[in-house]
């Protein structure tokens, strides 16, 4: 009996690793479409509205789909020449950086600290840090230069988004209830718009924080801000190194720490507050699991995969939590 339970363990774990390299391998086809879900999750409302306000849902898709292609092309047009005159200066940058090191260098020389630079720029890459943001945008950018795809999957989901619904009758089992499965869709797309009204508000306000302390790129470093928001406990410091640095070299010690208090401020207050009250404490993730979570969905799906791997642990906690037999499960990731 023990020889059984062993080899089906096994071809379960081989299961999952076939499973799993078939999706890094079709990477390119299944992140449009994560992306294209998400996005529709997120616009579903906005079409739902129209639609409640007796628009032909032709109507109802154009005027969304064209909101939708506004927003993003203004986007674009904000941040394009920031992300490429940032890129021109990546090396003043990182040469400036060198020279702060060389500072701690010396300063740890005279505590005694025996530091050499070569260490401390092999533990910390100056150049890899500065650039790490601008390759976030690059890697969401080459997603939509494929904007085709991303936009035709978009518009049909949308269309499709009223019948959902009916068509989840088909997974009607004893184990998961129809009812469930409507709690369980309508509580992923609760926790999605949520969270990116959340995000923009984030980056809105470091939007408006940067632009008074004077750092450079400040809606850049906003629209990065509302992105990373999306990584819950860690991704807001993540966001935030580069900015602190940029401000460091550009205005000095007292405006960087004035940053870093900034965005520890809306961590606190955004993650730990305004977050909590709003979406509820129960689809909370542990500092573990969103470590582990963002190296995962980051090796599978690359850039895009760290920035949607919350959201997709979070369906999978949403559909843990709403069936008796795995709650248990999805108390594990909380």
């Known amino acids: 009996m023990k020889h059984e339970n062993i080899g089906y363990i096994f071809i ?36 739902n509205y129209f639609n409640k306000k007796g628009l032909p849902h032709t109507i109802s898709l154009i005027l969304v789909i ?21 890129n021109t200066k990546i090396d003043f940058y990182t040469a400036q950086l060198l020279n702060y090191f060389h500072v701690v260098v010396n300063f740890s020389s005279g505590l005694g600290l025996d530091i050499s630079e070569e260490e401390l720029t092999g533990l910390i890459h100056p150049k890899q840090i500065m650039t790490f943001s601008s390759s976030v945008l690059y890697s969401l950018s080459g997603m939509f230069s494929n904007g085709f795809v991303v936009l035709f999957t978009l ?9 959902f619904v009916e068509k989840l009758k088909v997974f009607q089992s004893e184990e998961t209830k129809f009812s469930d499965l409507v709690k369980i869709s309508s509580k992923i797309k609760e926790y999605m718009v949520l969270k990116a009204l959340i995000s923009a508000l984030t980056g809105f306000i470091v939007w408006i924080g940067l632009l008074i302390i004077g750092t450079d790129y400040a809606f850049l470093w906003a629209v990065i801000a509302f992105l990373f928001n999306f990584i819950p ?30 965005y520890t401020l809306v961590n606190i207050i955004i993650g730990s507050v305004v977050e909590p009250k709003i979406m509820g404490k129960g689809l909370g993730l542990s500092s573990l699991v969103v470590f582990l979570s963002l190296i995962f969905w980051g090796w599978l799906l690359g850039i895009v995969g760290m920035l949607l791997s919350i959201p ?10 709403s069936n008796t037999s795995t709650k248990r499960y999805g108390a594990l990731l909380g």
Not at 66 to 86: D, M, P, Q, R
């Open 66 to 86: 064209s909101l939708f292609i506004f927003t993003l092309v203004l986007v674009g047009k904000l941040i394009g020449s920031s992300v490429a005159e940032f």
């Open 312 to 321: 997709l642990t979070i369906m999978l906690k949403i559909y843990l939590d």
């Open 12 to 47: 379960v774990m081989a299961s999952i690793i076939v499973v799993l390299a078939g999706i890094k391998s079709a990477s390119e086809i299944i992140v449009p479409f994560l992306l294209s879900l998400f996005l529709a999750i997120i616009l579903s409302p906005t079409y």
């Open 155 to 163: 518009m049909f989901m949308l269309t499709e988004s009223d019948h």
């Open 233 to 262: 406990n860690i991704g807001s410091i993540i966001a935030a190194v580069p900015v602190v640095l940029l401000t460091l070299i550009q205005l000095g010690s007292i405006s960087a720490l004035f940053v870093a208090l900034m």
